[in-house]
């Protein structure tokens, strides 16, 4: 079968078995072009919260499933790929956390929404790559204990000096990738583009960026942009997004710009 004679297909069954399709920004642009909602996490959480249907399909990894269950208890909740997860979600369980929090009694514990639903039981407050900053900022204790992505907390510590953020060895292997090396040589061959991170990427790559934020927030920004020419720091099927997003009423060249590592990427978008 066609790409498209499998998307009229899924298609059919959503609306015949009452399915809400949810992807991930990272999803390809086969899969986003059939989903009810597309964008970050906690946004396609809230969004399936909100749908009439009874059935809801996660095209993501395990933790995004698990946090559309939370918030919407009463629906059946499935993962596209049950196998699929999510290795920074992972990296740490309940008894290495509770193990921390006593050394560290005195902590407000912040856990990134990137981290199991057991995890979270035993966690203060959740918070996303975009409201991280206003939330820690809320928090009447200035002692954190910021889990799992030590380079997001590394972060919100730079935005918020006047909190004392205590972090751990997590972190996406794919953003951590990516080194300040990297983001010059994309910058020397493209001196004119501006360029847009996540903030799960080292310091000293966000140090250099013109934007810093979620997946949603990058492709919004070069949206409503002026500039014609962007270097991206972040999963690489962001620049499908893009692609499709900027190429929209023009013509679009977009090339992707590898960097040293075989699962980091930095991609590179040029508007014409």
Request: proline residues 4%; contains cysteine.
């Amino acid at each position: 079968m066609k790409i498209r004679e499998i998307q009229e297909e899924i298609l059919r069954l959503k609306k015949e078995r009452d399915f809400c399709i949810l992807a991930h920004s990272y999803q390809t642009s086969d899969i986003l072009e059939i989903a009810d909602f597309t964008g970050d996490s906690y946004a396609l959480s809230v969004k399936a919260k909100n749908t009439p249907q009874k059935n809801v399909l996660m095209c993501g990894v395990r933790f995004m499933a698990e946090t559309v269950k939370i918030l919407s208890p009463e629906k059946n909740v499935y993962l596209s790929n049950p196998t699929a997860g999510c290795p920074m979600a992972e990296q740490m369980d309940k008894e290495m956390i509770r193990a921390v929090k006593m050394q560290y009694p005195d902590h407000t514990v912040v856990a990134y929404i990137n981290t199991t639903a057991e995890l979270k039981t035993i966690c203060d407050v959740c918070v996303t790559s975009s409201s991280a900053v206003k939330i820690v900022s809320q928090l009447s204790n200035d002692k954190i204990l910021f889990i799992p992505d030590c380079n997001l907390g590394a972060y919100v510590q730079q935005q918020l000096p006047d909190k004392k953020l205590k972090l751990l060895q997590g972190g996406c292997p794919i953003h951590a990738s990516v080194s300040a090396k990297d983001v010059r040589i994309a910058k020397e061959a493209h001196p004119d583009a501006l360029l847009l991170v996540h903030p799960e990427c080292r310091p000293a790559v966000c140090e250099q960026a013109d934007y810093i934020g979620s997946t949603s927030g990058i492709v919004n920004y070069a949206m409503e942009s002026d500039a014609k020419e962007f270097i991206i720091g972040t999963e690489i099927s962001i620049a499908e997004t893009l692609q499709a997003v900027l190429s929209a009423g023009k013509e679009t060249d977009l090339r992707e710009y590898e960097v040293h590592h075989a699962d980091g990427h930095l991609s590179y978008s040029e508007r014409r």
